[in-house]
């Protein structure tokens, strides 16, 4: 394998399939997607996005991604578009030059494009790129329109930009991050022993829990978390990405009082001997200056008791979400899932549960021979850790209870069914992380720089094809020779 293709730079997830049962896994691509063809469209009428226009030809678009989007307010990529749109009217495939074709899900594929235009520094987007005969045939239009409406909402440091949206007469584009880290699927494979330290999951659960934290916030059931969904950035922090399964909802953020918040977390180990399992703390203890006459020095004094006094806190957890269908990945799936039960926001936390085992030991807990021993496994075998890790020391016995906490089987005594990621911050696994600051902590892994040139004679030595001819006389069609878009 050559440097090039060492680099896994797949924004959409390369292992989505629909509706198969019989497909082989293989060590890269292990995870198949299951999802019946009724799509999501409960509550949808309700959605807090349905009101959103997300047009790029009046202005509107702009106004809303541009001027709302405060973390992403100064990047540069923002000035490239616009400069673009101020002298053309409008974003377009012939601005573009593709330069490699990153990955395919179940609705697109995804290319790594450059901007051109006559700046200093190279502009590179993550372009998805959809036939919209194909989304229309497989009755996949609804999902496609779904995750541009989310992404379009999107504002947080974890979860991925939507800079642009424009379409020919056969396809639709999405302009998004590039990520040159690739994702934590492939960073796993190249540890020791094919797994993280705890440290190293630690510091990506608590990233992947401030997204689901925020989509939660925002209305979105995320459905399709596992490694392949989270990329690295080039600064070493991830990414949610894919959205096409998400279901949208109402939430009703509360404030509520909660007294002695981690009294609850026994941990089962009786050797464990972290003063978080002896000693209930609080996430927030603030306190009053006090100034001492005698001394004439200020001291701290605490505001409240904390044996006796509660703490306020926000809990925006979209409970009332419902939906009956059957989307997801086999080995990610929950039990309310698969036995047909309904489900809401609580997948997301059985989700998380998989997540943080797979990073921890290297594979998933329920994965059997096929799809349908991992499906019968996941309802009906209880869940068991592996006596070593190969590489490394055992986990400690913190995780090991969050993870039991999160895949329960019974969604409603799952770790955040009710006040969602409030709850799970609170577990001991979590002590030490400074959220409000996380994204000043150093990542365990930092990904090498990208070299364009590499890209630049890879594209060189290509065979040559021109997009397809639908988009022949399409004013936006690409002059020249470029890669071919090829469609899942």
């Given at each position: 394998?050559?440097?090039?293709?060492?680099?896994?730079?797949?924004?959409?997830?390369?292992?989505?399939?629909?509706?198969?049962?019989?497909?082989?896994?293989?060590?890269?691509?292990?995870?198949?997607?299951?999802?019946?063809?009724?799509?999501?469209?409960?509550?949808?009428?309700?959605?807090?996005?349905?009101?959103?226009?997300?047009?790029?030809?009046d202005?509107?678009?702009?106004?809303?991604?541009?001027?709302?989007?405060?973390?992403?307010?100064?990047?540069?990529?923002?000035?490239?578009?616009?400069?673009?749109?101020?002298?053309?009217?409008?974003?377009?495939?012939?601005?573009?030059?593709?330069?490699?074709?990153?990955?395919?899900?179940?609705?697109?594929?995804?290319?790594?494009?450059?901007?051109?235009?006559?700046?200093?520094?190279?502009?590179?987007?993550?372009?998805?790129?959809?036939?919209?005969?194909?989304?229309?045939?497989?009755?996949?239009?609804?999902?496609?329109?779904?995750?541009?409406?989310?992404?379009?909402?999107?504002?947080?440091?974890?979860?991925?930009?939507?800079?642009?949206?424009?379409?020919?007469?056969?396809?639709?584009c999405?302009?998004?991050?590039f990520?040159?880290?690739?994702?934590?699927?492939?960073?796993r494979?190249?540890?020791?022993?094919?797994?993280?330290?705890?440290?190293?999951?630690?510091?990506?659960?608590?990233?992947?829990?401030?997204?689901?934290?925020?989509?939660?916030?925002?209305?979105?059931?995320?459905?399709?978390?596992k490694?392949?969904?989270?990329?690295?950035?080039?600064?070493?922090?991830?990414?949610?990405?894919?959205?096409?399964?998400?279901?949208?909802?109402?939430?009703?953020?509360?404030l509520?009082?909660?007294?002695?918040?981690?009294?609850?977390?026994?941990?089962?180990?009786?050797?464990?001997?972290?003063?978080?399992?002896?000693?209930?703390?609080?996430?927030?203890?603030?306190?009053?200056?006090?100034?001492?006459?005698?001394?004439?020095?200020?001291?701290?004094?605490?505001?409240?008791?904390?044996?006796?006094?509660?703490?306020?806190?926000?809990?925006?957890?979209?409970?009332?979400?419902?939906?009956?269908?059957?989307?997801?990945?086999?080995?990610?799936?929950?039990?309310?899932?698969?036995?047909?039960?309904?489900?809401?926001?609580?997948?997301?936390?059985w989700?998380?549960?998989?997540?943080?085992?797979?990073?921890?030991?290297?594979?998933?807990?329920?994965?059997?021979?096929?799809?349908?021993?991992?499906?019968?496994?996941?309802?009906?075998?209880?869940?068991?850790?592996p006596?070593?890790?190969?590489?490394?020391?055992?986990?400690?016995?913190?995780?090991?209870?969050?993870?039991?906490?999160?895949?329960?089987?019974?969604?409603?005594?799952?770790?955040?069914?009710?006040?969602?990621?409030?709850?799970?911050?609170?577990?001991?696994?979590?002590?030490?992380?400074?959220?409000a600051?996380?994204?000043?902590?150093?990542?365990?892994?930092?990904?090498?720089?990208?070299?364009?040139?590499?890209?630049?004679?890879?594209?060189?030595?290509?065979?040559?094809?021109?997009v397809?001819?639908?988009?022949?006389?399409?004013?936006?069609?690409?002059?020249?020779?470029?890669?071919?878009?090829?469609?899942?």
């Amino acid at each position: 394998m050559n440097d090039l293709e060492s680099v896994h730079l797949s924004f959409s997830d390369l292992s989505t399939v629909t509706g198969s049962d019989s497909s082989s896994p293989t060590e890269m691509n292990p995870k198949k997607n299951a999802e019946e063809e009724e799509e999501d469209k409960e509550g949808s009428e309700h959605s807090i996005l349905s009101s959103i226009s997300y047009s790029s030809k009046d202005g509107v678009f702009r106004n809303l991604s541009y001027r709302s989007k405060p973390h992403k307010g100064n990047d540069f990529r923002w000035e490239a578009i616009q400069w673009v749109k101020d002298k053309d009217g409008e974003l377009g495939l012939r601005h573009f030059r593709v330069l490699k074709k990153l990955g395919f899900g179940d609705i697109g594929s995804v290319y790594l494009a450059e901007l051109k235009v006559g700046m200093m520094r190279k502009c590179l987007f993550a372009m998805k790129v959809m036939d919209k005969g194909m989304l229309v045939g497989r009755k996949k239009l609804h999902r496609a329109e779904t995750e541009r409406q989310i992404l379009g909402i999107l504002d947080h440091p974890f979860l991925p930009t939507l800079y642009s949206h424009f379409e020919t007469e056969k396809v639709s584009c999405l302009l998004m991050e590039f990520c040159s880290g690739g994702d934590l699927h492939l960073l796993r494979q190249r540890q020791p022993g094919k797994h993280f330290t705890e440290q190293a999951a630690r510091f990506y659960a608590s990233e992947v829990l401030l997204s689901l934290e925020y989509l939660h916030m925002m209305g979105v059931v995320y459905r399709d978390l596992k490694p392949e969904n989270v990329l690295v950035r080039e600064d070493g922090h991830i990414m949610l990405s894919d959205f096409d399964l998400s279901l949208r909802c109402l939430v009703k953020p509360t404030l509520e009082n909660k007294s002695n918040p981690n009294s609850s977390y026994n941990i089962e180990d009786p050797s464990c001997k972290f003063s978080v399992c002896i000693e209930p703390t609080f996430c927030f203890k603030p306190r009053l200056f006090k100034f001492n006459s005698k001394s004439s020095k200020l001291k701290w004094e605490p505001m409240f008791s904390t044996k006796q006094e509660s703490v306020p806190e926000l809990v925006v957890e979209p409970t009332t979400a419902r939906s009956n269908s059957f989307v997801g990945t086999h080995e990610y799936l929950s039990p309310e899932i698969i036995r047909g039960d309904g489900h809401g926001s609580a997948v997301d936390w059985w989700t998380f549960g998989i997540f943080l085992y797979e990073l921890i030991y290297g594979k998933t807990p329920f994965k059997g021979i096929g799809n349908r021993e991992t499906l019968f496994n996941i309802v009906g075998q209880p869940l068991k850790f592996p006596s070593n890790i190969s590489g490394s020391s055992s986990s400690s016995a913190l995780s090991t209870d969050l993870i039991k906490r999160l895949l329960s089987k019974d969604p409603q005594k799952r770790l955040g069914f009710k006040r969602g990621a409030t709850e799970i911050k609170q577990h001991p696994f979590f002590e030490g992380v400074n959220w409000a600051l996380i994204r000043g902590d150093k990542p365990p892994n930092v990904p090498e720089p990208i070299d364009l040139s590499l890209l630049s004679s890879g594209m060189n030595s290509c065979k040559k094809t021109t997009v397809p001819k639908c988009d022949e006389g399409d004013s936006n069609s690409s002059s020249g020779s470029y890669l071919e878009f090829e469609f899942f």
